[in-house]
């Protein structure tokens, strides 16, 4: 298990993102001198985020409570206890360019590879000895047959049935014995980026990727990606950085591909490797060739191509099939597979649990004319990375999770919230001391004056 470190707990993680919120430039032309100050804005909708507000209407109504107010002020930096309504919320968060948030994420990522977190998620196969998995992959954030921004996808463009969405591109770093992720800034999918939905995601894909090289250039990355990003400018710039890829690979997208594995079986130029874990019951069969051509292309890039069958104590078969470009020998396969399959944590440990675990990614908290809907899920992502390392690393956080929540962090999120709203709190140190220790009962007081 990694250290735990006090320079990862709530106070010092959300000390550092407002310290990033303070410098975003205020858009307000001749705004009062005496009105909310700029950053209060970005800091209450990340409060909300944080605490898991469901709507902005819900926060606009508690946020004259002096309970809220002050806690607002202690524990999210808001400053004046000067909280802004819903309406003026969303009209200043709209115009900020997205990319003001992604300095708090490199901050806090630069936490963590100080306080030498990542060592838990160094990913070993073959040569490769620290090196890290990173899936990453698109989801959906709005969907609108009504409302439309300048960010907007459309969908049948033209007809009466014509529809609007926002998805964006997540991506974390991964382990297969890790529970917790961590994730990078996440990228919005525009209408510039295409006409389709394919397209959109390959030339996202390309811009995430160049974002997560300028910024961690040192960065050793194996990256996890669905069939869809299989493709020959994709494989290439992953080789441009550095860096390595293990790619699902799918008959329908992949046709040339599984008939040159079939022939090179038919000519018994394949490899064969077998592990039969008795403690489990499970059997692993694996098939492999390397150096063999993505697509019938002649410019195309050869690949090496790992076959995989995973027969349950049940007897049920799972099956794979990943493009790399790892060695495959009889001492990677397993490693390799470990790793593939790790792709699966953007989609259960990240994006289910943004939408249906506590966070709202897919609520509308608001839309906007130009960029608010993805800069309030960029929030999001930032309040749950926030969580993720308090939950890897903050020593009071695990303390509460195990005896205040049993384990169940969803749990122990709600007590959190309960919390933040009843009770005048001088920061988090003391809001995790009340979930351990518990607080004393007492009477309710009812202020007459
Ligand atoms: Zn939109």
């Given amino acids: 298990m990694p250290k735990v470190s006090k320079h990862l707990n709530a106070a010092n993680l959300i000390d550092q993102v407002c310290k990033c919120l303070d410098e975003i430039p205020d858009h307000r032309p001749n705004h009062c001198p005496n009105g909310i100050p700029f950053p209060n804005f970005a800091k209450s909708a990340f409060a909300m985020m944080h605490q898991k507000y469901d709507s902005l209407l819900t926060f606009d109504s508690d946020r004259a409570d002096p309970v809220i107010l002050h806690n607002l002020a202690t524990m999210y930096h808001v400053q004046d206890q000067k909280v802004p309504c819903d309406t003026r919320m969303r009209e200043v968060l709209d115009p900020i360019e997205p990319a003001q948030f992604r300095k708090p994420f490199k901050k806090l990522f630069s936490l963590i590879q100080r306080n030498k977190l990542l060592k838990a998620f160094e990913y070993q196969c073959g040569d490769l000895k620290d090196w890290y998995l990173m899936p990453v992959d698109g989801t959906g954030l709005f969907y609108s047959g009504k409302c439309r921004c300048q960010e907007c996808c459309v969908k049948n463009k033209g007809k009466p049935n014509e529809a609007y969405y926002h ?237 205040r929540a049993r384990g169940v962090r969803t749990y122990l999120w709600k007590v959190i919230t309960r919390v933040f709203l009843s009770w005048m709190l001088e920061g988090w140190d003391e809001l995790f001391d009340a979930l351990i220790y518990g607080i004393k009962p007492g009477r309710v007081q009812i202020n007459t004056s």
């Fill in 167 to 403: 998805n964006l591109l997540g991506g974390c770093i991964v382990h297969p014995d890790q529970k917790v992720v961590m994730p990078f800034a996440p990228e919005a999918i525009v209408q510039q980026d295409g006409d389709n939905k394919n397209d959109c995601e390959q030339n996202a894909i390309k811009r995430y990727l160049a974002h997560v090289k300028r910024e961690h250039p040192h960065l050793k990355l194996v990256i996890l990606l669905d069939g869809l990003f299989a493709d020959n400018p994709t494989i290439e710039l992953i080789k441009s950085y550095g860096w390595h890829f293990i790619i699902v690979a799918k008959d329908g997208n992949h046709k040339s591909l599984i008939e040159a594995m079939d022939a090179l079986c038919d000519q018994e130029q394949l490899s064969y490797h077998k592990i039969i874990d008795e403690e489990q019951g499970t059997r692993h069969w694996f098939r492999f060739a390397n150096d063999v051509p993505l697509n019938a292309s002649k410019l195309t890039q050869n690949v090496n191509v790992l076959d995989y069958v995973e027969t349950d104590s049940e007897g049920k078969r799972h099956t794979w099939c990943w493009v790399t470009d790892i060695e495959l020998t009889k001492d990677t396969v397993e490693a390799v597979m470990r790793g593939g399959r790790c792709r699966w944590h953007i989609e259960n440990q990240t994006f289910n649990t943004l939408k249906n675990q506590g966070y709202s990614l897919e609520h509308n908290y608001g839309h906007g004319k130009q960029h608010l809907a993805t800069n309030l899920a960029y929030l999001t992502f930032l309040a749950f990375m926030v969580d993720q390392i308090q939950e890897m690393a903050s020593p009071e956080f695990k303390k509460a999770l195990k005896e």
